[in-house]
């Protein structure tokens, strides 16, 4: 019998994050598409919108003015999907039937005032400057009584239904763990418990040793396509230390993630010319508080792009009802993103 080849066989990969299995059926491509791909010029050009309610001094909602603010600016949803005042109760009816109230908050993180910039093109000061505002917000966030989960992302270009290209994210802090968070959590407890180590950690290991699938690595951070990758272009972030939320990294390596941000970022607008759409956020620590030491920081970038600036990948049919599917291995999206400039594609020479 032939033996298994992954790059041309059809077979399934175990995500042991959540413990489940995606499709990967390489012999429908074997390569990556390259054909001609157009510089597609920024979403926006205005570095004020006298119309976006993100920028300084802007009206939003309800009639508050932003601040003239000049860096990062965090404020609550004025359309908020939680609330803190919700009241504590929950129904259960033959097990079939459940509910239960849900308290929490939901803030916006403006990561500069100005309105044409994105994360890709943004300096150094400027990302770690987010980075510095993710972690005050975590630990002011997580210090609340009835906050079991901070969850901080960012929702990027209009395919992804993020109509407003001001370089924002979101935190939605809950009562309750959500359903990716409480899948993690739980492998990450039976990893601890069988190998008194951190899941991803021996993974990383494993990943640094083969090479296949890393894009870019600096001293405290690896980027990756995990080799359970869903997404054609999916891409995890993982800390080389193994800690369980941002506040926990030091003073370099919060400089080290804004870096890998950075290369992140503009490896994905570099590949099809195009500012890349993409949902990025990040998983930590349930803020429980219990210190959680079998917790691995770490972000996912699930971008819908497959082909060009255009043309997305449907999670339809067999995805809807069965499995995720793919069809370029994880190994080759890897090369295709490692082998980029690391210099944006905008910047002039
Ligand atoms: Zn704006
Ligand atoms: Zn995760």
């Not at 979403?43 to 300084?56: A, I, K, M, R, S």
């Not at 990893?191 to 699938?213: P, T």
Request: net charge negative; aromatic share 10%; proline share 8%.
């Amino acid at each position: 019998m032939k033996s298994l080849d992954l790059t041309a066989h059809p077979h399934r990969r175990f995500n042991p994050l959540v413990q489940e299995w995606v499709l990967v059926s390489p012999h429908r491509m074997q390569r990556p598409w390259q054909g001609q791909v157009e510089k597609v010029p920024p979403e926006t050009v205005l570095q004020f919108d006298p119309e976006c309610y993100l920028c300084p001094g802007n009206e939003r909602a309800g009639g508050i003015k932003n601040p003239q603010y000049s860096g990062t600016f965090v404020f609550d949803n004025d359309f908020a999907a939680l609330r803190p005042e919700t009241p504590e109760e929950e129904f259960d009816e033959a097990g079939l039937l459940k509910a239960k109230s849900e308290s929490g908050c939901c803030r916006v993180v403006c990561f500069s005032p100005h309105h044409d910039m994105t994360m890709a093109r943004m300096s150094m000061a400027e990302l770690r400057a987010v980075v510095d505002t993710w972690v005050e917000e975590f630990v002011e966030l997580g210090n609340q009584p009835r906050i079991a989960s901070v969850q901080i992302f960012e929702n990027r270009g209009a395919l992804m239904g993020c109509s407003n290209p001001h370089p924002h994210g979101q935190i939605w802090a809950n009562q309750s763990l959500p359903n990716e968070l409480e899948k993690e959590l739980g492998s990450f407890q039976e990893y601890y418990r069988a190998h008194a180590s951190s899941l991803l950690n021996d993974y990383l290991k494993l990943e640094l040793n083969q090479r296949d699938r890393v894009v870019y690595t600096n001293e405290h951070f690896v980027l990756l396509v995990p080799f359970w990758a869903v997404w054609p272009y999916e891409l995890l972030l993982t800390s080389r230390r193994p800690v369980a939320s941002l506040p926990d990294l030091s003073d370099s390596e919060r400089g080290g993630l804004a870096d890998t941000l950075k290369h992140a970022t503009v490896r994905y607008d570099n590949l099809f010319l195009t500012s890349f759409p993409y949902t990025m956020g990040f998983h930590q620590r349930p803020t429980d508080g219990e210190s959680h030491p079998e917790f691995h920081l770490h972000a996912h970038f699930y971008p819908p792009l497959l082909r060009s600036a255009t043309v997305k990948k449907f999670m339809v049919g067999y995805e809807m009802l069965a499995m995720p599917q793919r069809d370029i291995t994880p190994e080759a999206a890897a090369e295709q993103l490692r082998s980029l400039p690391g210099k944006h594609y905008l910047e002039t020479p």
